[in-house]
C-alpha cells in the first residue's frame, strides 16, 4: 500500500514543479485549452443526443408500458453519456499529448534538467515522433475500448454494477492515463509500448497511485487543463524514478529502442 502513497506525491510534486515553475506552466496550458473546446463541444452534442441515440436503438420497447419503458430508456442514457464521460477522461490525455508534443517534450526535458542528470533525448526528427505517439496511442484506445465495452455490460448487473465496476473503471483510467504520461518521458529514454507497459505493470499500485486521482480530478470541468503541465512533470518524475535502476544494468538489458521497433 506504500505504492499508493508514493504515486499521488509525484502527482503533488508535479504540480509543485509546474507552480514554481511559472513560464513552463504557462507554456504546458496551450495543447489542453486546444483539447478542452473540442472535448466540450463533444459532450454536449452527446448529452442532447444521447436520449435519441437510446430511442433509435431500442424500438422494441415502444410498446412497453410506463414505468418500463422510462425505466430502460433513461437508464440506458445515462450509461451511453457515462461511457462518453469515461472515454473522454481516456482519450483526452492522448488527443491533448499529440497535439502538444513539442509543449511537452520540451516541459519534460526541463524536468529533467531541473532535477540534475542526463537529459534523454530520443534523437528523432519530430514527425517520427508524433507518428509513434499516434501510432501508440490507438493502441491504448483499443485496450480502453475493450475494458469499456466489457465494464458497460458488467453495469448491468445488479449491485456489482453500481458498487464495483465504477472503482474498476476508475482504475482504469487511472492506469492508461499513467501510461499515457509518462510515455512522454519514456518515449525519450528509448521505450517501446511494449517495454513501458511492462514496467508499470511491475509497479501496479505506484501507477495507480499517480493515475487514478488525476482521473478523478480530470472528471471536474476545466481542471484537466490546468492540471496537464504539472501531470506532465510529475510523471517525469515518476519516470525517472522507474527507470533508475535500469540505468544501472548491462547495455544488453536496456530497453529496445526505437530503432529495433518495426511495428
Known sequence: MRDLGAGFGYLIKGQRWA?????????????????????????????????DLVDWATPFADDWSSPWLGLLRNTLTVLVFGLGLFLAVITFTAVTLLV??????????????T?????????LPLWRELWISARDSVRILVRVGLYSVLLFALGFVPVLGQTVVPVLGFCVTGYFLAEELTAVALQ????????????????RLLTLGFGVPLGLAFLIPFVAVFLMPGAVAGATLLARDLVAPAEDDDEDDAPTPYTLDKD
Open 19 to 51: 507552480v514554481r515553475h511559472g513560464r513552463w506552466f504557462g507554456f504546458g496550458l496551450l495543447p489542453g485549452l486546444i483539447t478542452l473546446v473540442l472535448y466540450a463541444g463533444a459532450l454536449v452534442g452527446l448529452g442532447y443526443g444521447a436520449d
Open 100 to 113: 502538444g508534443q513539442p509543449f511537452y517534450e520540451s516541459l519534460s526535458e526541463q524536468v529533467d534538467r
Open 115 to 123: 532535477e540534475g542528470g542526463d537529459v534523454p533525448e530520443s534523437g
Open 188 to 203: 525519450r529514454r528509448g521505450m517501446v509500448l511494449r517495454d513501458r507497459l511492462a514496467l508499470l505493470r511491475g509497479r
